[in-house]
């Protein structure tokens, strides 16, 4: 049976007698894990591969947000806490060396952690670049406020992650940083000129176009198109996602059931692929809302398929690490940052 192009998300820490049949009819690409989905190492490392052998597929992507600070799936008791992207960002004004070696560190011990498990992809790095006033849902998350150290300390993560043989996803492109909603609730409207975006908001995703995957951003970008988010919009995907900030890589969609999309989760569903979106990311767990995702998505296949191919060949095997060495120099640093900030 072809793969769908669709990743889901599933309801507990174990799979259900449903859920096992709908992955084996509609054959997602990949999965995606929350923290319903947590709870010990052991569980974790059943849940994946059980998803793996009902989809039939040894290596399905499994993806996760594992960025530290507020958004860790994985945390204590079980796996350590990481900081937030914020925290790369003011060392780096410390020593620009300081804060690119945190961020590589800080991945690479994360990348560490998922790949005990089997989880193979993590929603990292961001390249939002946050402005005054706007909402507080990406806040210390971001890395800064200045494009280049944005990407630069964005790179350093992707290559933390790869270095120990997780694939990164750029998120969330082409900027989430100047909305003043949280996409989770609402539609965030961005009514910044054109050229304004493209030298602070598009400029801290063009150095890393080179990634692999990259995640939308549920915002309007009314200079460009008043109407559609950047994930239903395809003058937004193929003009500046495509274009101006020219990322080639597999582009999947951020949460379909996110109440920032209007219409039933059929109709957005339809939108992310008629916009150009390669793959329909579903978050929530909910069957029926799974099934119509699934109802409404196309076999993976053309340039998508290629895309996706590429994607997942680009993974490398994870290099020779110290674990314990790695976090001991990563907490060394993060009280460095916490001292330079007092």
């Not at 600070?69 to 204590?76: A, E, I, S």
């Not at 620009?96 to 961020?103: D, E, I, P, Q, V």
């Not at 799974?290 to 340039?303: F, Y």
Request: glycine share 10%; with cysteine.
């Amino acid at each position: 049976m072809s793969t769908r192009a669709f990743i889901t998300g599933v309801s507990g820490t174990e799979l259900n007698a449903a859920e096992r049949e709908f992955i084996r009819a509609q054959q997602p690409w990949g999965f995606i894990l929350f923290k319903r989905n947590i709870d010990t190492p052991a569980q974790v490392t059943r849940l994946v591969a059980d998803l793996r052998k009902e989809l039939g597929e040894p290596d399905a992507p499994v993806l996760i947000d594992q960025e530290g600070g507020r958004v860790q799936r994985l945390g204590p008791p079980h796996w350590p806490a990481y900081p937030a992207g914020a925290l790369f960002g003011r060392l780096y004004d410390i020593d620009r060396a300081l804060g690119l070696a945190g961020a590589r560190l800080s991945a690479r011990l994360i990348a560490a952690d998922l790949g005990a498990l089997g989880i193979t992809v993590d929603c990292l790095p961001l390249a939002d670049v946050p402005v005054a006033g706007a909402d507080a849902v990406i806040g210390n998350r971001a890395y800064g406020t200045e494009p280049g150290k944005v990407a630069a300390i964005g790179r350093a993560v992707t290559e933390g992650l790869e270095q120990g043989g997780i694939l990164p996803v750029l998120k969330h492109i082409p900027g989430h940083g100047r909305a003043t909603a949280d996409t989770h609730f609402r539609l965030p409207v961005v009514d910044t000129p054109r050229a304004e975006l493209e030298r602070t908001d598009f400029a801290a995703f063009q150095p890393l176009a080179d990634l692999p995957m990259a995640m939308t951003a549920h915002v309007v970008f009314s200079a460009l198109d008043p109407v559609h988010p950047a994930t239903t919009s395809a003058t937004m995907i193929n003009q500046v996602i495509r274009g101006v900030i020219g990322f080639q890589g597999l582009l999947m969609s951020d949460d379909v059931s996110m109440d920032a999309l209007a219409g039933s989760i059929a109709d957005r569903t339809r939108a992310i692929f008629a916009a150009g979106c390669d793959i329909v990311l579903h978050c929530n767990g909910k069957l029926d809302e799974m099934r119509e995702v699934a109802k409404e998505t196309p076999e993976l296949s053309g340039k998508a398929l290629e895309r996706a191919r590429t994607a997942l060949a680009s993974r490398k095997a994870p290099q020779a690490f110290d674990r314990t060495a790695a976090r001991a120099e990563l907490d060394a640093l993060v009280e460095r940052a916490g001292t330079a900030g007092a």
